[in-house]
């Protein structure tokens, strides 16, 4: 099983910059792909960004050239770098990992951190 904790939310003005970052722990050794996922409310999870175990890196549309995903596997923590934040950033951020344990693929997800941009 993979566990994971994440940290980083917070308020922030518009144009402001936050980092979250998602810890993993457990069979660490098992996991694929590691992403970030968000839901304001009453809106579904939607994809933010990803990243494979090779490195590879997916974002939305709305959030390209403005958030960076990376992942250090020394630490087994994945970050998401937020730039030039905008108040429909706002919502509860959601780690991911994709991992398998054996021959069947799983998803663990994270308590989440809320980010709310405002001014």
């Known amino acids: 099983q993979v566990q994971l904790v994440e940290s980083g939310g917070g308020l922030v003005q518009p144009g402001g910059s936050l980092r979250l970052s998602c810890a993993a722990s457990g069979s660490i050794f098992s996991i694929n792909h590691m992403g970030w996922y968000r839901q304001a409310p009453g809106k579904q999870r939607e994809l933010v960004a990803l990243?494979?175990?090779?490195?590879?890196?997916n974002y939305a549309d709305s959030v390209k050239g403005r958030f960076s995903i990376s992942r250090d596997n020394a630490k087994n923590t994945v970050y998401l770098q937020m730039n030039s934040l905008k108040p429909e950033d706002t919502a509860v951020y959601y780690c991911?990992?994709?991992?398998?344990?054996?021959?069947?693929?799983?998803?663990?997800w994270g308590q989440g951190t809320q980010v709310s941009v405002s001014s």
């Open positions: 991911k990992a994709q991992y398998f344990w054996g021959l069947e693929s799983r998803d663990s």
């Open positions: 990243i494979t175990s090779g490195g590879s890196t």
